[in-house]
């Protein structure tokens, strides 16, 4: 939607915040007021034709699409963006985010927004677009947020909860992943685990083999994923599967360091205890 940036500052330049560092740009964040001269500019875009064409009008509406990050300091960027944004949303009574960056998509629900697939989009080459609304015209944003996160907070406790006690039960599994055919402790302690793999054994009565048949397809969907998942996948099957010591070897082999080795292994190990967690 690059080509929309020079028609949209010429109906409104203050439709792009800045943000500087001395004297650099490094980001911009266009909140794009929808009123009719607007609209009939975004309506020559195709990906934004779902959403012009079912939006009903709202006082103080804007859409937040276009954001712009100094690639190089673009991790260092991520709050400052967040902060600038959430200081420009008051003043507002209606927000449509629309965004192909599935690492935005947790930082907007949790900042309040909620999803609104009626403006979804796809691209030609299959790229997804998602849209999350935030509506403050019956609650102003600090009231929604306060109450977003609270109950995020909530909702964390319990699954932190539950999710270290499993993990710690995952990785005892994994770490006897030799031993699983010959010793049934191992696979019975899978079975409590995951009760809701059962199934996938055709019985009640899980063997050694058949838990690390069901392990290694899990991991084996997570390589085959998006590339985060990909190298999480990778580094379960290097580690664990194929066992390879030390654990210097699996990260000198992902070009990470031993700290970060063992930040990913956590995760990955979180990731698997989800996509376990869930029957096929």
């Not at 306060?146 to 995952?170: I, W």
Request: some cysteine; aromatic content about 10%.
């Amino acid at each position: 939607m690059a080509q929309l940036i020079r028609q949209i500052w010429k109906v409104d330049p203050s439709s792009f915040i800045t943000i500087w560092k001395h004297d650099q740009l490094i980001a911009s964040v266009g909140k794009i007021p929808l009123h009719d001269t607007m609209l009939h500019v975004l309506a020559c875009e195709p990906l934004l034709q779902p959403f012009v064409s079912a939006w009903k009008p709202v006082p103080m509406a804007f859409l937040l699409s276009f954001i712009g990050i100094d690639p190089e300091l673009e991790d260092k960027t991520r709050a400052y963006i967040i902060h600038t944004l959430i200081n420009h949303f008051s003043p507002s009574e209606w927000i449509l985010d629309f965004t192909c960056l599935r690492e935005w998509f947790p930082v907007f629900e949790l900042c309040g927004f909620e999803r609104a697939p009626w403006a979804d989009a796809t691209t030609s080459l299959g790229t997804e677009y998602r849209a999350f609304v935030l509506d403050l015209t019956k609650e102003d944003f600090l009231t929604k947020l306060d109450r977003s996160l609270t109950k995020g907070q909530a909702e964390q406790t319990v699954d932190q909860n539950q999710s270290c006690s499993n993990l710690q039960e995952l990785k005892k599994v994994l770490n006897h992943w030799n031993e699983l055919p010959r010793d049934p402790a191992w696979s019975e302690a899978y079975t409590r685990l995951f009760p809701n793999r059962r199934t996938l054994a055709g019985s009640s009565e899980w063997t050694g083999q058949d838990v690390r048949e069901d392990v290694s397809g899990a991991i084996q969907n997570l390589m085959q994923g998006e590339e985060r998942e990909a190298i999480l996948g990778k580094l379960l099957m290097y580690t664990y599967i194929q066992g390879i010591r030390p654990h210097d070897r699996v990260a000198e082999r992902l070009g990470l360091s031993a700290a970060s080795y063992y930040r990913h292994l956590n995760k990955a190990l979180e990731l698997l205890c989800r996509c376990l967690s869930h029957a096929n």
